[in-house]
């Protein structure tokens, strides 16, 4: 492979980013690049986004080239950007952080005490990452398709990858040291060093000219002010469960989100990540003790949510006129009903009472008392009448919900379980189903084989809608604010008639309270209903 001329790579992406153009709707042209840019020189805009169907309007060649090295080509976007922003800038920039007034200081002395001829180290230089107010990242091209995550193996090391996942935990967003300020105690040199890991080693010796010529040996401070801080959070996704084979457990990746893209998921979302697979840089003694195996992330570049069963961007998009009137119909109520589980044949007021359970109601406060507006709804029948079937659809069609049965669920994975954090090595809590499920919809299948204990957990979700958690020396209320679709079978296994109600559904009283609509769906044998169910079963199946 021949090399490449970076300076002439470097050419490109400057004419790229300065004629690219689309035609605007008025017949003129609209130079999206060139807006952004100026909007960073004013500093009203951080984050440079380019996208990638743009750039292979140009070159399909430099294409490929980010893909297979993307970090080089965020460097030469970010120098490109650096070397035009003047050309953009029209007027001065007013507001001043705290790092503007001292950059400012530091060139100025740079200017006085500058000596002809004198040749500086690498590291008592301005390092570029600290002077730049602005962040470069990369949007795949539309025609790529997601990785699942066990797919993104060590040959997309390196490379530009989009995977799609569920966030299952989410840290704090925490200040991360980009470039690290030293100064001399003895010469009173400034040492910059820049860092690209989650851990470094600090510098001690200074390397200006004075102290190696005379031999001093002056020791270096880490100067906070003077350093560089950006947004850091990192987060966990699993693969979806479609993407998993048989008999296999879901796999997870961690993913380092930096600037711009933090706060952009919490957990139990549904994302897509554009972003670059690398190795975790250790240094120091955890360096010496790794081995040959390396612990892999993904430093993310764009980050979207995303529908849950297909593979599009969740959007805000207005009504159209033809949707307007489609609601406006009389009928429109009856329509969406029958759209859910179309292929179950019958229950059409249960799934009009689905229907109001995915829409939900409006919270109520009057004179502080908060009165909810989520729907609880407990299907309890006979075997074979469609209650899991209905469950796992509303659970696909929800935009955010959370699938359990009660036998695999424990009251802490329902509610929420403390954890150790491997970044901070802090305690933190780490949100379950019904968490995770937060202004979305848990279904519960199986629920009177619950044992009490776990199902004492729901009480406070189902009204209060939150979780209080007292454990390890952490004392929060976490939001909860979820509807409870719960399917169970009678005490017998099918429903006695000449039984009592009470008999036949022992459930406690302060649970069954606690959910608004309670069906109960029986199987009775009736010839002609039995002959219609079976003609819809044969023509859904066909």
């Not at 980010?66 to 080089?72: F, G, P, Y």
């Not at 569920?166 to 010469?187: G, S």
């Not at 004075?210 to 693969?239: A, H, M, P, W």
Request: aromatic letters at 6%.
């Amino acid at each position: 492979m021949p090399a490449k001329d970076y300076a002439a790579e470097l050419e490109k992406i400057k004419s790229f980013l300065t004629d690219f153009y689309t035609d605007s709707d008025k017949g003129g042209k609209d130079f999206k690049y060139g807006t952004q840019l100026m909007k960073i020189a004013h500093r009203e805009q951080i984050a440079l986004t380019i996208d990638l169907d743009d750039v292979a309007d140009l070159d399909n060649e430099l294409v490929d080239a980010v893909v297979e090295n993307t970090r080089r080509y965020v460097k030469l976007f970010g120098d490109a950007v650096h070397e035009l922003l003047p050309h953009y800038k029209e007027k001065e920039v007013i507001a001043k952080d705290a790092l503007d007034v001292y950059i400012d200081h530091r060139l100025l002395m740079e200017q006085r005490h500058h000596q002809e001829g004198q040749i500086k180290d690498a590291r008592n230089r301005f390092p570029p990452e600290l002077i730049r107010r602005f962040e470069i990242s990369f949007k795949s091209r539309s025609q790529e398709k997601h990785m699942a995550i066990r797919h993104v193996k060590a040959q997309h090391i390196g490379k530009l990858v989009s995977v799609k996942g569920i966030v299952t935990r989410c840290t704090e967003v925490k200040p991360m040291m980009q470039v690290a300020t030293y100064t001399c105690d003895l010469c009173g040199a400034e040492t910059y060093q820049p860092i690209i890991s989650p851990s470094f080693m600090p510098l001690l010796m200074c390397p200006s000219e004075d102290c190696t010529v005379n031999k001093s040996g002056g020791r270096l401070y880490l100067q906070t002010r003077g350093s560089k801080f950006i947004k850091f959070q990192e987060l966990k996704i699993q693969e979806h469960n479609d993407q998993v084979p048989v008999g296999s457990i879901p796999r997870s990746m961690t993913v380092f989100v930096k600037g711009e893209c933090t706060r952009e998921a919490e957990p139990g979302d549904h994302i897509s990540i554009t972003g670059v697979f690398l190795p975790l840089m250790k240094q120091g003694f955890r360096q010496l003790v790794q081995g040959l195996l390396s612990e892999t992330f993904l430093e993310a570049h764009r980050l979207v949510k995303m529908n849950k069963t297909e593979d599009d961007e969740v959007g805000a998009a207005e009504l159209t006129e033809e949707e307007i009137k489609l609601v406006a119909e009389d009928d429109f109520y009856d329509k969406l009903a029958s759209s859910i589980a179309p292929e179950i044949y019958g229950h059409e007021d249960i799934k009009k009472a689905l229907l109001l359970l995915l829409v939900g109601g409006v919270d109520r406060t009057p004179k502080g008392m908060k009165i909810r507006g989520s729907i609880n709804i407990c299907l309890m029948g006979d075997p074979g009448v469609a209650k899991s079937q209905l469950l796992s659809y509303i659970d696909r069609l929800a935009p955010r919900s959370q699938y359990t049965t009660g036998r695999g669920s424990s009251g802490v994975g329902l509610t929420a379980a403390v954890m150790q954090d491997p970044v901070t090595s802090e305690m933190v809590l780490e949100g379950g189903a019904l968490v995770l499920a937060d202004q979305g919809v848990c279904c519960i299948d199986e629920f009177d084989k619950m044992q009490d204990s776990d199902r004492t957990a729901i009480h406070e979700v189902m009204e209060q809608q939150t979780i209080s958690i007292a454990k390890a020396g952490i004392m929060t209320t976490l939001n909860a604010r979820v509807s409870i679709l719960a399917a169970a079978n009678p005490a017998y296994g099918r429903y006695n008639p000449k039984k009592s109600v009470e008999h036949n559904i022992q459930l406690p009283a302060a649970l069954l309270s606690r959910f608004d609509i309670l069906w109960l769906i029986q199987d009775r044998p009736d010839r002609e209903n039995d002959l219609r169910f079976a003609l819809s079963l044969v023509f859904a199946t066909k």
